[in-house]
């Protein structure tokens, strides 16, 4: 062979080469991703596509793919004593990125093979994560081989969805077919106005809105919203699965004020709440005081010749409307008295321990209670005219008041207590005896 062929021959062998190395650069290059193919038995062979990739050591082995090769499909793994196991790889990781695949190994029966038996399980939808006897085995669907007669749970979990499960007795030398459906739970968006109001799901506190209850199984289920001075707001629900059904409660403002609804036996007698005078009360009709504030209240009425009736009122918020029903006594008590009252000049409007009677001036209030009190006398035009006086019971005391005017001048009040009993037309009577008396001594 002469030197020219041998050129050739070796530009020939240097080409292949390099056509060699451009198609595995074209095929593998890139940058590399991993899968780390997880397994229950150390030593098992790992096979990418039928390519040996390596053995599981504690548990896990992990295989670096060119991110622009050709995928692989399928992982594949074998060890002696147990049944091949594959499933599909899923796609090819990102550069530097970590692909988990989990597989598990059954072993093979050591006696005869009709001791044992197998469980095929499916679901819908499918890729649910399927455990027998709590230890997971792959997804579905997914052949559960090598398994000795006897029952066995089984249990189907996916995301978004409730767990299903089931309990399989397994014949030996058959296998059982198991069909599992996941139910998408429903939810149930509550808003309120106003917001921020508590809710509850029969029963139970959830949170607060706007929120959004999730895992709900079909059927009916009791929401109840409250807020603080508000009426609670309730309704019954039918969750369908699958479904978001939306609430709107709209909270109604409890109102923080009541009524009192007065009568009294006999009607006529003047109503004062905390003090303050609001009216009479009325024959066959009870007299309404309205806008009355939560809390406790003193009521007092009062009656010409009978003696005072008085109680405390509690009103509650959301509270029904108070009714009372004074029942004056007949007779008058011996722990009140009267007092007359006069002015210079007259008509003037008359309080009592600053609270207004309904008269003027000359008038007898009666019913009043025995003890110190203060009258007070208003006129238009003059300046008001107070005296204390003192009441004893069954007595009537005398008071005049002189008012000043605007440009001075005034007269001095004047109490007295008169005995019980003693009018003008008594004195009247005992002045003409002592005359008669005198005459017949003249004579």
Not at 205 to 234: A, C, I, Q, R
Request: proline share 5%; with cysteine; charged share 15%.
């Amino acid at each position: 062979m002469n030197g020219r062929v041998k050129v050739c021959i070796k530009a020939m062998f240097a080409l292949i080469i390099a056509f060699s190395f451009c198609q595995s650069v074209s095929a593998v290059g890139g940058d590399v991703g991993w899968y780390d193919i997880h397994c229950n038995v150390d030593g098992a062979s790992v096979y990418f596509d039928g390519e040996y990739k390596g053995q599981i050591h504690s548990g896990v082995l992990s295989v670096g793919v060119y991110t622009t090769a050709t995928p692989y499909e399928t992982v594949s793994v074998r060890m002696d004593g147990y049944y091949t196991a594959s499933t599909s790889l899923p796609a090819t990781p990102s550069a530097g990125e970590t692909t988990n695949v989990y597989v598990t190994l059954n072993p093979k029966p050591t006696d005869t093979e009709s001791e044992y038996g197998s469980i095929y399980v499916s679901t819908s939808p499918s890729g649910a994560r399927i455990h027998l006897n709590d230890q997971y085995q792959g997804l579905s669907p997914i052949t559960l081989s090598g398994l000795r007669a006897g029952s066995y749970s089984i249990d189907a979990e996916m995301d978004g969805y409730e767990t299903s499960e089931t309990t399989v007795y397994v014949t030996a030398g058959s296998t059982k077919n198991v069909y599992l459906t996941l139910v998408s739970p429903g939810s149930v968006s509550v808003e309120s106005s106003p917001g921020d109001a508590y809710v509850y799901v029969n029963g139970n506190l959830v949170g607060k809105t706007p929120y959004v209850v999730t895992g709900l199984s079909s059927g009916d289920h009791e929401f109840m919203v409250t807020m603080n001075g508000y009426y609670n707001w309730k309704k019954t629900v039918n969750v369908v699965e699958g479904e978001q059904i939306s609430l709107y409660a709209v909270l109604q403002s409890i109102d923080q004020t009541q009524e009192i609804l007065v009568t009294s036996n006999p009607s006529g007698a003047k109503i004062y709440l905390d003090g303050v005078y609001q009216g009479e009360t009325m024959e066959n009709q009870a007299f309404p005081i309205t806008g009355v504030s939560v809390g406790i209240h003193s009521l007092v009425l009062q009656l010409d010749g009978y003696p005072d009736y008085s109680t405390s009122v509690s009103i509650v918020s959301g509270g029904n409307p108070v009714e009372i029903d004074a029942e004056m006594s007949k007779t008058p008590s011996r722990s009140t008295g009267s007092i007359y009252i006069t002015s210079t000049p007259s008509g003037a409007t008359i309080y009592l321990d600053d609270i207004y009677m309904s008269a003027q001036t000359p008038y007898t209030l009666t019913g009043v209670t025995a003890g110190e009190h203060t009258v007070t006398l208003r006129l238009s035009g003059y300046n008001d005219g107070m005296s204390k006086i003192t009441v004893t019971a069954g007595e009537t005391a005398q008071l005049t008041i002189g008012l000043s005017s605007s440009s001075g001048g005034t007269t001095e009040p004047t109490p007295t207590t008169s005995t019980p009993g003693f009018t003008l037309l008594t004195a009247v009577t005992a002045l003409g005896a002592v005359l008669v008396v005198f005459v017949s001594k003249k004579r």
